[in-house]
């Protein structure tokens, strides 16, 4: 149950303190009262550092610091009845001075033009883009035993805020325990007699947990910038292309499959919605592929449904079979209402032939299944399909052209060789350039490639670097 008021508070809580409304003043109120200012103030950790993950600690500390105190204050027996409405309005007012200690935002400059209610809404839309390359280090068990003895309270503070800011696209109740589990766990080791062995045992506990926690964010992520539809079709793309020896029909039901789960706990109030549901999906993963592909075969050997699904998730492109060309479908069979799986299987051929990444394929597939479905919808779809058809054809096939040469050797290599055979195709395209020019060119193209050309590579981050890079490639 408690687990339960911990999302209900957050949920009214981020809205309340913003918006300033009655009642959610008095949910707010009710689950300060259950849980205890302590708990209050770390759940708050927990939300404002992963509402704003560019805030630092010092940023995100002042504005719980004013938040549980403008809270305590206007829960308290006897508060004025103004004293929510006016307490949230100062601190609208304050993240508007020059010298604001709260996280800084671009948006905030057009929040604070405007007045009232309308700008705590503006205020309270306010969210930093997710941290895609998390960074987060866990100290040695001496270096955590040592902060924590020092300052017990500022220790789980930091840990909350550099946790949360790292893995804030995991669902907040999954957030919410595995920080508290983490907490708790140094509480009991650096006090006990033997802490390396209480660190052993109490993470192998505590193993199941984490990977849950940072696996929700890596697919809450994406899930968070593609949105419903462009996650279905990342989904099947990276299928297609783990498993082209496979049939559209053993992969796009996994594909939906795994939207279906992220749609519905990502958000979720249940601590064990994806605890629950991703150990159901990775049943279906083993009944629909080990039969199709070797490696997926070795990954359902894995002990846990947890194992099994890291261990697909992160498996790399196979090779591509010698399959025919792909072309565009017809109009008739696009528009053809009784034959849904035309795009579907459109997407599935040309991703398990065509070997770049998947954040490549969704870039350039998605603005073509668009034009492709919008044809059906004109006065006159063959007329429509055959003035478009050749212009998205030549326009995919560029754009495939480049991805391939942007990724070219980068995952059959290790790292030092694939920068080995960059800088001999390089140096082979540009003979004129001097050795510090193709240095600098390497050493650009090679982090571009670490980022942005593997299967699992974050969209947000590589939409806007995969322009650019194509910017400077030769048409």
């Known amino acids: 149950m408690k687990r339960i008021l911990i999302f209900l508070l957050a ?35 927990v939300l404002y550092s992963r509402k704003f993950p560019s805030g630092t600690f010092e940023q995100i500390s002042h504005l719980v610091n004013e938040v549980v105190s403008l809270t305590e204050a206007c829960c308290a027996e006897g508060a004025d009845p103004d004293c929510y409405d006016n307490r949230t309005s100062a601190l609208s007012a304050k993240s508007c001075e020059s010298d604001s200690p709260f996280p800084v935002h671009p948006g905030t400059p057009e929040c604070c033009t405007k007045e009232g209610l309308e700008k705590k809404l503006c205020m309270a839309a306010l969210k930093h883009q997710p941290q895609e390359f998390p960074t987060y280090v866990e ?21 909350m805020y550099e946790y949360s800011i790292n893995y804030g696209q995991a669902p907040l109740t999954l957030l919410v325990s595995y920080t508290k589990s983490s907490l708790s766990m140094v509480g009991s080791c650096c006090t006990s007699p033997n802490p390396t062995v209480c660190f052993l045992k109490e993470r192998l506990q505590l193993k199941h947990l984490s990977l849950l926690t940072t696996m929700s964010n890596r697919i809450c992520s994406q899930y968070s910038a593609y949105g419903k539809e462009k996650s279905r079709l990342s989904h099947l793309i990276k299928f297609a292309q783990k498993v082209p020896t496979a049939n559209l029909e053993d ?20 601590e064990d919605c994806m605890a629950k549901e991703l150990p159901e999906y990775t049943v279906k993963i083993c009944d629909n592929l080990s039969t199709k592909n070797s490696k997926f075969k070795d990954c359902c050997q894995e002990k846990t449904p947890m194992d099994i699904f890291v261990c697909t998730y992160f498996m790399p492109a196979a090779q591509n079979p010698d399959l025919p060309d792909v072309k565009l479908p017809t109009n008739k069979d696009v528009c053809d209402k009784g034959n849904t799986k035309v795009l579907d299987q459109y997407t599935f051929d040309l991703s398990r032939k065509t070997h770049i990444p998947e954040v490549f394929l969704s870039k350039i597939l998605e603005p073509t299944l668009k034009s492709l479905d919008e044809c059906c919808h004109s006065e006159d779809s063959t007329a429509c399909f055959n003035a478009k058809g050749p212009q998205l054809t030549r326009d995919l096939s560029s754009f495939i052209e480049k991805g391939q040469e942007l990724c070219a050797d980068y995952s059959e290599n290790t790292f030092t060789e694939y920068k080995k055979k960059l800088a001999e195709r ?25 980022k ?11 939409n806007s670097e995969i322009d650019a890079e194509m910017n400077t490639l030769q048409s």
């Open 251 to 270: 992969v796009l039901p996994l594909a939906e499959g795994i939207t279906t789960i992220v749609s519905k706990c990502c958000e979720s109030a249940s």
């Open 426 to 450: 390089l140096r082979g395209k540009l003979p004129d350039a001097t050795e510090t020019e193709l240095e600098e060119l390497v050493a650009k193209r090679s982090d571009f490639a670490s």
């Open 452 to 462: 942005c050309c593997s299967i699992n590579s974050p969209p947000l981050y590589c």
């Open 11 to 45: 949920v009214a809580f981020v809205h309340a303190l913003e918006r300033g409304r009655d009642y959610e003043k008095d949910k707010v109120c009710k689950e300060l009262a259950s849980l205890g200012k302590d708990d209050f103030t770390s759940l708050s950790m």
């Open 139 to 159: 100290p040695t068990n001496d270096e955590i035993c040592e902060a924590f003895r020092k300052d017990p309270k500022g220790f789980a503070d930091q840990f």
